[in-house]
């Protein structure tokens, strides 16, 4: 069974930095495709960044220049580096993998990251 825990949300003020990391895990899994989605009270779940195991990456506009995602493929683990947080960061980070070729994605539970200003 495959599973996918988060950790690194909180509260930081406008401006700041957080790092999310989430870990996969379950027998022989080895995802291809990682990365995270959010959703803000009321929106729907957008994709923030994405990775492939070869490291090829995809950002969201609204946050390029800003996060950097990263993964160490020897733990099944992605990162989400998020700095100069806006107000409009705020929302339910969720992080998913999928395998190669496979529509079916595995989904973390959800971290909060808050944005006060």
């Known amino acids: 069974q495959v599973q996918l825990v988060e950790s690194g949300g909180g509260l930081v003020q406008t401006g700041g930095s957080l790092r999310l990391s989430c870990a996969a895990s379950?027998?022989?899994?080895?995802?291809?495709?990682m990365g995270w989605y959010r959703q803000a009270p009321g929106k729907q779940r957008d994709l923030v960044a994405a990775?492939?195991?070869?490291?090829?990456?995809n950002y969201s506009d609204s946050v390029k220049g800003r996060f950097t995602i990263s993964r160490d493929n020897a733990k099944n683990t992605v990162y989400l580096q998020m700095n100069n947080l806006k107000s409009e960061d705020t929302a339910v980070y969720y992080c998913?993998?999928?395998?190669?070729?496979?529509?079916?994605?595995?989904w973390g539970q959800g971290t909060q990251v808050t944005v006060s200003s």
């Open positions: 998913y993998a999928n395998r190669l070729l496979s529509p079916n994605f595995y």
């Open positions: 379950g027998s022989s899994f080895s995802p291809n495709g």
């Open positions: 990775i492939t195991r070869a490291g090829r990456t």
